[in-house]
């Protein structure tokens, strides 16, 4: 349907609690406001916004209450407050959940993430937090060009909310108000794309909401049937997964229109996306504060921790989202004051360390692959402290024999002495569960580490 009519539909048909949606568009107007604010005028909401968060905690929520026992939390000290407190885990929360819920929290829903990998962490949302939630994922596509009432074909994964969404009929009926259709990025059979080739053309979305390697899928296969597909009308959103040059570059040239990379998760909504520049992803800093801990976190990747100042019903306060990732420097020319993340470097939980001590994850073998003709994609599997193996994923008639043996004895060298690396051509690459790509696994450190959902995902 056209935009205005799904605007007009939605502002009478949809507000679940009596001034939701109001309240939703109000804050997606503030974020957009904020970003523009100058330096001091966000310093102050910050730090006005992180005492009254903190001062909540300390009250409320048990495990705080103990790491703040008589500390003094105002705005001008809540910054420094922040950086005394240890970072928690995803691991602390799920052995003891209680002691990180607030006792004056009202009106709560349950909500979980990560639970398509097998390690699902519940936690708890108010309706504050549900609302900046929402908000901003609005906040996120507008970057994208999107205004309410564009279309927006999610291909994404067997996340909650799509399971409920298609199963529920009120849900149903909210995403085709909406404007919004979802294909399974956990099904890419070449009959599933060529039937989403039909119904997206059918759809003519503005916007394309996916999963990194499901936007790749679909622009391989339409590449290869030749197909010029005259949908998305604005964008493409890359989010959940490391998204390369490669595929930003083919993606781009595919579908002619630009890729926007966003980075978010199922706990708290959108964290960072990139403008239109694209020089990195502009943090939503109304809702989050972030820090990459490095020595140099413009140059050498850090855990990424976040302090989320909307939920009051469990706070997460320095809270280790479990990805590494760099700051950029300098101020973007597209106007926005705020503070980007250069790029998600990736997973920490796919991080192989090697037999010498040497940390790698996806980026360093994509160098190792830099410039080789007849690669798709690849994927790096620590076997052992000595053994490896990389599977390709070829392109056409897939690289030489002699490429592929010159890749072999690089990486041999670099992961140390005594290093067997077995290179293997596969048709297909194995997803996670929930229908998310990795570009390194390791099974030394399978069954330590859950695979945490970071998503972008749908309201
Ligand atoms: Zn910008």
């Known amino acids: 349907m056209t935009p205005w009519i799904s605007r007009f539909l939605a502002?009478?048909?949809l507000d679940r609690q009596a001034g939701h949606r109001q309240r939703v568009a109000e804050r997606f107007q503030r974020l957009r406001h904020y970003d523009y604010l100058g330096c001091e005028s966000r310093e102050v909401i910050r730090r006005v916004r992180l005492a009254a968060l903190l001062a909540c905690a300390a009250e409320h929520v048990p495990h705080f209450r103990t790491l703040l026992k008589g500390v003094s939390i105002r705005a001008d000290n809540a910054l420094e407050v922040l950086a005394d407190l240890p970072p928690m885990t995803r691991e602390q929360i799920q052995s003891d959940r209680a002691r990180f819920v607030s006792d004056a929290a009202q009106e709560v829903r349950e909500d979980y993430t990560g639970g398509s990998t097998g390690t699902p962490m519940k936690f708890l949302v108010d309706p504050a937090a549900q609302r900046a939630r929402e908000a901003s994922i609005m906040w996120a596509d507008s970057l994208a060009g999107w205004r309410p009432g564009h279309r927006i074909a999610m291909l994404w994964g067997s996340d909650r909310d799509v399971c409920s969404a298609t199963a529920n009929l009120r849900l149903r009926l909210r995403w085709l108000i909406e404007n919004?259709?979802?294909f399974d990025a956990f099904e890419?059979?070449?009959r599933r794309l060529e039937s989403y080739h039909r119904a997206l053309t059918r759809f003519r979305p503005h916007l394309i909401v996916a999963y990194a390697s499901a936007i790749d899928e679909l622009a391989a296969y339409l590449e290869q049937k030749d197909l010029r597909p005259p949908y998305p009308s604005l964008a493409i959103v890359s989010s959940a997964e490391v998204l390369t040059q490669g595929?930003?570059?083919?993606?781009?040239?595919?579908?002619?229109?630009?890729?926007?990379?966003r980075y978010g998760?199922?706990?708290?909504?959108?964290?960072?996306?990139?403008?239109?520049?694209?020089?990195?992803l502009h943090v939503n800093e109304f809702d989050f504060i972030v820090e990459v801990d490095s020595p140099d976190p413009f140059r050498r990747p850090g855990p990424l921790r976040l302090t989320y100042l909307a939920n009051y019903a469990m706070p997460l306060i320095r809270y280790d989202s479990g990805d590494l990732a760099l700051l950029a420097e300098g101020r973007c020319p597209c106007g926005r004051?705020?503070?980007r993340l250069q790029r998600i470097v990736g997973r920490i939980s796919d991080v192989i360390v090697t037999r010498n001590g040497n940390r790698i994850h996806g980026e360093y073998v994509t160098h190792q692959l830099y410039g080789v003709e007849g690669v798709r994609r690849f994927q790096f599997i620590q076997e052992s402290l000595d053994e490896y193996r990389l599977l390709l994923q070829p392109e056409g008639k897939g690289p030489p024999v002699e490429v592929t043996e010159e890749i072999r004895r690089r990486l041999e060298t670099s992961l140390g002495p005594g290093v067997r690396v077995m290179i293997e051509i596969r048709p297909q690459l194995e997803k996670l569960p929930s229908g998310k790509f990795r570009f390194t696994a390791s099974r030394l450190r399978e069954g330590r580490h859950g695979d945490a959902e970071t998503t972008g995902g749908p309201r």
Not at 247 to 261: H, K, L, N, Q, S
Not at 265 to 278: T, V
């Open 11 to 13: 502002a009478r048909l």
């Open 188 to 190: 890419m059979s070449e």
């Open 247 to 261: 595929m930003r570059r083919r993606v781009e040239a595919v579908f002619a229109c630009p890729v926007y990379d």
């Open 265 to 280: 998760n199922r706990e708290a909504g959108a964290i960072a996306a990139e403008c239109s520049e694209h020089r990195g």
């Open 337 to 339: 004051g705020t503070r």
């Open 180 to 182: 919004r259709r979802w």
